[in-house]
DNA sequence: TTATCGATCACCT
DNA sequence: GGTGATCGATAAA
């Protein structure tokens, strides 16, 4: 009695809904990606809404895609379930899937997660963890462990060689809180903007810390 | 334990 | 030329 057969398509269709709506029913499900050193899967813990500008109740300051289309985020306009990768910082990558339907650029952020499957070659991409619980719990940390760069942006989530299984049935799942969002300044960070959602008493999800204040 | 700071570059003004 | 959907080292307490 699981999802564990549900079809690409099917996911697909979940994660063509509002970000919003779709954080819920991605907390909890392994996302794997598999490379010639090996398969590392993660199962995810939290996660971020971001909407595309054209959203109908809510316009989205802290979204890549706030000002439009470009090189960069071009993934996010496309259909569900595919990946969006960015470079931040310098040194980071960070992950999101796709959501909504095509054009109109919504995504989740992937922030955190546990690794279920290849903990060492995982450990082997961080620079440095202490212990399992720290492998994936940060976005740039999930995306280190899973080997995500800018290279996969744009890449199906959903086929080879990368695999998403939602979780079971709602009594498998934990409770799912939500807040503010992690780091992003100015209005998209308030309390306006709740869509930080994460499985209550996760282990795995990554420690808060509040945008940079801004210059009033 | 919490707080501060440097790294380092794609993106946008 | 400034900022950022961050992390990890170091300092302070």
Same mark, same amino acid.
């Given at each position: ?12 269709? $979940? ?6 709506? $779709? ?58 379930? =595919?990946?969006? $990768? ?5 040194? =980071? ?10 054009? $109109?650029?919504s ?20 620079r ?20 995500l ?61 509040a945008a ?5």
């Amino acid at each position: 009695m699981t999802t564990q057969g549900s079809s690409p398509e099917a996911i697909r269709g $979940v994660l063509s809904g509002d970000p919003r709506d $779709v954080a819920p029913l991605l907390l909890g499900a392994v996302l794997s990606h598999r490379t010639s050193e090996g398969t590392v899967s993660v199962r995810l813990s939290e996660v971020e809404a971001y909407l595309g500008p054209k959203h109908s109740d809510q316009p989205d300051p802290g979204s890549h895609t706030y000002g439009g289309p470009t090189a960069r985020n071009a993934p996010m306009f496309g259909p569900a379930g =595919h990946l969006y $990768v960015y470079f931040t910082y310098g040194m =980071h990558y960070c992950a999101n899937i796709v959501c909504g339907p095509d054009g $109109v650029a919504s995504a989740l952020l992937l922030r955190a997660g546990e690794v279920v499957a290849g903990q060492a070659l995982a450990q082997s991409r961080r620079r440095a963890s202490r212990s399992p619980t720290d492998l994936a719990s940060g976005p740039a940390r999930l995306a280190s462990a899973l080997g995500l760069t800018t290279a996969d942006s744009g890449r199906d989530a959903l086929a080879e060689p990368f695999g998403l299984e939602l979780p079971g049935t709602s009594a498998a799942r934990s409770a799912v809180a939500s807040g503010p969002r992690v780091g992003v300044a100015g209005d998209g960070g308030s309390a306006d903007y709740p869509w930080r959602f994460w499985l209550s008493g996760d282990p795995t999800v990554s420690r808060y810390k509040a945008a940079r204040g801004r210059t009033v």
